[in-house]
């Protein structure tokens, strides 16, 4: 089970970016996806996942219209689209997964098993 990041970079606040995270060695639709962010000093917190079935997603507060979690399941594929970057978006960016058809995710790091390496973000003027 191997997890791929990138898509990472030094943009300005206000810009957008798209994270990728393509899986190798299982099937992306057996599993729930996420993504965590660690921000310097910081706590590894929950940015947001997505169920394997309905496809149902979540977000923390602090992203939530700004940001958007998408899943191509044919390409083994997880997206993040962050537009509006503000400069305490700045971390490294990992995405989560964990073996499960299920519709729910919880952005709780503890309740993931595999983890990709991660892509820093950094949003500077």
């Known amino acids: 089970v191997q997890l791929q990041a990138s898509g990472g970079g030094l943009v300005q606040p206000g810009d957008s970016l798209r994270l990728s995270c393509v899986v190798s060695g299982f099937t992306l639709d057996d599993y729930v996806i996420g993504w965590f962010r660690q921000a310097p000093g910081k706590k590894r917190e929950g940015v947001s996942c997505i169920g394997s079935s309905d496809f149902s997603t979540e977000y923390t507060d602090s992203v939530k219209g700004r940001f958007t979690i998408s899943r191509d399941n044919a390409k083994n594929t997880l997206y993040l689209q962050m537009d509006s970057l503000k400069s305490e978006d700045t971390a490294v960016y990992y995405c989560?997964?964990?073996?499960?058809?299920?519709?729910?995710?919880?952005?709780?790091?503890?309740?993931?098993?595999?983890w990709g390496q991660g892509t820093l973000v950094t949003v500077s003027s």
């Open positions: 989560a997964a964990r073996r499960g058809r299920l519709s729910h995710c919880f952005l709780s790091s503890g309740w993931y098993a595999s």
